[in-house]
């Protein structure tokens, strides 16, 4: 009697194993249905192997990149290793999400669920698991777009088109040149991947990291015995230091070389060029791994472990 393979085994068995589907479907098969039997054949097909990985930290891999004519997408697919992110099964997973997600917005489980050709994106994912052996995840992703202008990017550390340890995307609102308006961004966004500012300008930073500095400059003077009046100059004044430290537009632009040019006035001699104003209405900037904790290990006691010396 043939046994009848649903849909639902075929998922179950793979949220167990992170085998691809047709993997999965072959081993109930053979297995007649019998769940525990089909991850047994699995396993010596040496296939179950996203489930044993998934423990594992995955804070190596690449942010991609992908670009329409008014809209950017950045995002961040962790691997294991840094070997990993150079196979070229890796970069070419992460050029296909950065593709589908430029269609389906930043949402991780929207991106997860789009199509890529005959399989969803969470399915390209488990087989590249399955073929690589090593734990992969999608992290996270941002979108910009423009009602006119352009979205530039720029990716640091790049290891193909677009794939990079850093990866940054500018939008700029603008109806000049769309060149140069192009490769000014691509500058802002070389900035961007340098100076790592917090915010477009002091609107935009979060008002308890504001605070959290108002704090730290007041109690420094009251130390000193300053009297109060002094300061809440010294605070004021002191908050325009840090605002040239986080803001994009107060920064000094790294393209100039003395050091004196803040970006506000670059984009302001920029427009000359472009034929028209533009306006910097937002930046999204991925680091690679940045947040993740990884563990803690004794380095030296490992080698010393693997060289079999206690």
Same mark, same amino acid.
């Given at each position: ?12 068995? #793979? ?5 691809? $589907? $047709? ?29 044993? /990985? ?24 962790? %691997?294991?290793?840094?070997? +990993?992110? #150079? ?8 050029? $296909?999400? @950065?593709?589908? &997600? ?25 087989? =590249? ?7 992969? =995840?999608? #992290? ?9 202008? =352009?979205?530039?990017?720029?990716? !640091? ?14 939008? *700029? ?14 500058? +802002?966004?070389? !900035? ?30 009251? @130390? ?12 004021? %004044?002191?908050? /325009? =230091? ?5 803001? *994009? ?26 034929? &028209? ?6 930046? #999204?900037?991925? @680091? ?16 010393? @472990?693997?060289?079999?010396? !206690?």
């Amino acid at each position: 009697m043939t046994t009848t393979i649903s849909a639902s085994m075929v998922k179950e068995l #793979r949220d167990q194993t992170g085998a691809g $589907m $047709m993997d999965c479907k072959a081993a109930l098969n053979e297995s007649g249905g019998n769940l525990e039997a089909a991850v047994d054949w699995l396993r010596k097909k040496g296939l179950s192997k996203a489930a044993k /990985k998934a423990g594992r930290i995955a804070a190596e891999g690449l942010v991609g990149i992908a670009l329409g004519p008014t809209k950017g997408i950045v995002v961040e697919v962790n %691997s294991e290793t840094d070997f +990993v992110a #150079r196979n070229d099964l890796f970069q070419g997973l992460v050029k $296909m999400i @950065a593709d589908a &997600a430029l269609g389906a917005g930043s949402d991780v489980e929207k991106i997860l669920a789009a199509r890529a050709g005959s399989i969803t994106i969470a399915e390209a994912i488990a087989d =590249t698991i399955a073929k690589v052996g090593e734990n992969m =995840t999608l #992290r996270r992703a941002a979108e910009l777009s423009v009602g006119k202008g =352009t979205v530039a990017s720029y990716v !640091h550390g790049s290891v193909a088109d677009g794939l990079g340890r850093i990866g940054v995307i500018v939008a *700029l609102e603008s109806a000049g040149k769309p060149d140069e308006l192009k490769a000014f961004g691509r500058s +802002v966004a070389m !900035h961007v991947a340098s100076a790592n500012p917090q915010a477009i300008d002091p609107s935009g930073l979060d008002p308890a990291a504001v605070e959290r500095e108002k704090n730290v400059l007041a109690d420094k003077f009251k @130390a000193q015995g300053k009297p109060a009046a002094m300061i809440e100059k010294i605070v004021e %004044s002191g908050l /325009k =230091t840090y605002y040239k430290e986080v803001c *994009l537009l107060e920064q000094p632009f790294i393209f100039d070389e003395k050091g004196k040019q803040s970006v506000a006035q670059a984009v302001k001699e920029a427009e000359a060029k472009v034929g &028209a104003p533009i306006k910097i209405s937002g930046f #999204r900037r991925f @680091a690679l791994g940045e947040g993740i904790e990884r563990p803690g290990g004794d380095f030296s006691g490992e080698v010393a @472990a693997l060289a079999g010396a !206690h």
